[in-house]
C-alpha cells in the first residue's frame, strides 16, 4: 500500500464542519432573488482554527467560498495541558462569551458554534457559556477573538 490509499478520505485540515446555512432572499423588480449564506469552521486538531463565511447561489458553492475564506483566515490558539490557560470573558456585538479552563477529564462542555469551534482546535478540556445572542455568525466571532486574545 502506498501512502496514497492510507490517507484517502482523510483531509489535510483535520477537521471541517457546516455551522449554518441560511436562504436570504431580496426583493428586486422582476421579484426575489434568493442566495445562500455558509458558516464553516476549519481546524486542524493541534491548535490552528478558523471561521468562514460566504455568500452564493446555491448551497455547495456557498459552502466551498466560506471553506475558502476560512484558509485564508487560519489562527493559532494557545493550548496548555489540553485546556485554555486562564478564564476569559470576551464580547463581540451583543454575543459574549465566558470560557473556564477544565481539569483533564472533563471533556467538552459547550453547546452549539461553541463546541465546534473548540473542537476543531483540538482543545479537550473546557468550560464554555454563550450569554447575550444567540446569533451563531456572532457568537462564532466572539469564540474566535476570545481563543486568540490570550
Known amino acids: 500500500m502506498n501512502s496514497q490509499e492510507v490517507n484517502r478520505g482523510h483531509r489535510k485540515e483535520g477537521y471541517e464542519k457546516v455551522i449554518q446555512i441560511d436562504r436570504i432572499s431580496r426583493t428586486v423588480k422582476g421579484g426575489r432573488r434568493i442566495r445562500f449564506r455558509a458558516l464553516v469552521v476549519i481546524g486542524d486538531l ?3 482554527v478558523a471561521i468562514g463565511v460566504a455568500k452564493a447561489n446555491d448551497v455547495s458553492q456557498a459552502i466551498t467560498k466560506a471553506t475558502a475564506s476560512a484558509k485564508k ?3 493559532s490558539i494557545k493550548i496548555v495541558n489540553d485546556t485554555i490557560p ?5 464580547t463581540y456585538g451583543s454575543a459574549r462569551i465566558y470560557f473556564k479552563p477544565a481539569p483533564k477529564g472533563s471533556s467538552l462542555i459547550a453547546g452549539g458554534t461553541v ?9 479537550k478540556n473546557i468550560v464554555a457559556k454563550s450569554l447575550g445572542s444567540a446569533n451563531k ?7 474566535m477573538l476570545a481563543l486568540t486574545s490570550f
Open 46 to 48: 493541534k491548535g490552528t
Open 73 to 75: 483566515h487560519r489562527q
Open 86 to 90: 486562564h478564564d476569559i470573558l470576551q
Open 115 to 123: 463546541r465546534s469551534i473548540v473542537e476543531a482546535a483540538g482543545i
Open 137 to 143: 455568525i456572532n457568537v462564532a466571532k466572539a469564540t
